[in-house]
Every structure is written in C-alpha cells, then in structure tokens.
C-alpha cells in the first residue's frame, strides 16, 4: 500500500534560520505529492504541489522537489519567521483519489 | 469565506451518545472526504463521497459510522453509540473533481470530545 515517512518533530530553531524537513513515500502508479501546514485549532492548508517528476512545488518561500529516484520530496524555506510555527505534514494522492499522509512535524521558530 | 465549512467546531458527547458532524464543500466542489486525526498523529482517510454516492469507505470502521452526502444539503459524518476512543479532530476536504493533481481543500475540522 500507499505511505508517508517524514522526519519526527519538533523540530526547533531560531529566526531566519534553514529549515528542512525530510519527506520520502512508498507509492503504486506515480503519485501527485503535497505539503500541507497546519496552525493551532485550525484545517489544512496546502502549501504546495508537485505532480511529476522533477517538477518544484514553491509558495511563501518554501520550496519542494518531487524526486522519483529517491522517492522523496523534502520541504525547504531559506529563512524561517516566528510565524512559521506550525505542523507540516506531507501527502501523497495516487489512483483512488484519497490523500495518504505523514504523521506530521512540528516546528518551533524562537525569536 | 467560500472554503469548505464544518459545524460544529467542538463538540462533546457522552458515551453511548450520537455524534453528526456536518460539511459543506465549496462552491462547486462536487468530491468529499472525509478524514479523523487522532491526537499527536497524522491524518487517516475514512470515507470519499459524490452527491449520492458513496465512492470509498475503505477507511471506516465497521460498525457505528456511517457517512452520506445528500443530493441537497451538507456531507454527514454520523457516530452512533460513540465511545472514548472516537475522540478526535475530524476534518472535511473537498475536490471539485477526481483529478490525480487536484488538490483537497480542508475545512477546519470538528473536534469531538467524549466524556
């Protein structure tokens, strides 16, 4: 079946500080791939996309690379501000058209 | 705000009790989803519905839930008999198709409490 490895939380650092956060799946077909952040006692919001390989999903300075070698597609933000203290999480859509997610990471930017 | 919506946002029940959690799509969207995050973990699929038609329901548990998208009105999640362990945050995504690329759009989720 269908999964989502992304790296345990929390994961904690200072303003304008690099941020990755690792994302690798195991998926039948050829998935589409997301990163979705979720702030406290709210929804899902999609942060980004990638629908085949080598394709770059970016958005408010994140960034992510849909790599079918490695079957991976790891979030990056250069430069990281208090607020964007949340929980990623990335998922994964293949045929069956539900979403298959990692179990999240929290992050914690400090001033 | 035309984004999926979902009521109530908290809800609390006693054991044995029903729980109906209720989601509209967005304008336009005729794909809904439904999905329970459980404390501290991610997202888990449950059920995926088209006006009328139940699509996928893979994720259900077998007995107490049940879900239905009418041809009028709002996506219902029902919990008959509901006990400690259903509580959890379950959230509403919607689709305006089938699409491999299409993103869902979530709604901000009903966090159902048993007492």
């Known amino acids: 079946g269908n999964s989502v490895t992304q790296m345990e939380g929390p994961v904690t650092l200072s303003e304008e500080a690099f941020l990755t956060i690792n994302c690798t799946y195991t998926?039948?077909?050829?998935?589409?791939l997301f990163w979705y952040v979720q702030y406290p006692g709210e929804g899902l919001q999609l942060l980004l996309k990638?629908?085949?390989?080598?394709d770059k999903g970016s958005n408010k300075g994140f960034e992510a690379t849909y790599r079918k070698e490695t079957t991976s597609f790891h979030l990056e933000k250069g430069s990281v501000q208090v607020s964007d203290s949340a929980v990623y999480f990335c998922a994964l859509k293949a045929a069956g058209n539900k979403l298959t997610f990692g179990g999240g990471t929290r992050v914690l930017v400090k001033p | 705000n035309a984004g999926v919506m979902q009521n109530p946002r908290h809800l609390v029940r006693r054991r044995g009790q029903e729980a109906r959690l209720r989601c509209s799509p967005m304008?336009?969207?005729?794909?809904v989803y439904w999905y329970r995050q459980l404390p501290e973990e991610g997202l888990k699929f449950m059920v995926y519905l088209q006006k009328e038609n139940i699509i996928d329901e893979s994720g259900m548990p077998k007995e107490r839930f049940s879900a239905e998208f009418p041809k009028e009105g709002p996506s219902i999640l029902r919990i008959q008999q509901v006990v400690r362990g259903d509580s959890a945050a379950y959230f509403c995504?919607?689709?305006?198709?089938?699409?491999?690329?299409?993103?869902?759009?979530f709604g901000d989720g009903t966090r159902l409490s048993i007492l």
């Open positions: 998926a039948t077909g050829y998935p589409s």
């Open positions: 995504a919607s689709s305006p198709g089938d699409s491999l690329n299409q993103p869902q759009h």
């Open positions: 304008k336009g969207h005729s794909h």
């Open positions: 990638a629908t085949k390989a080598d």
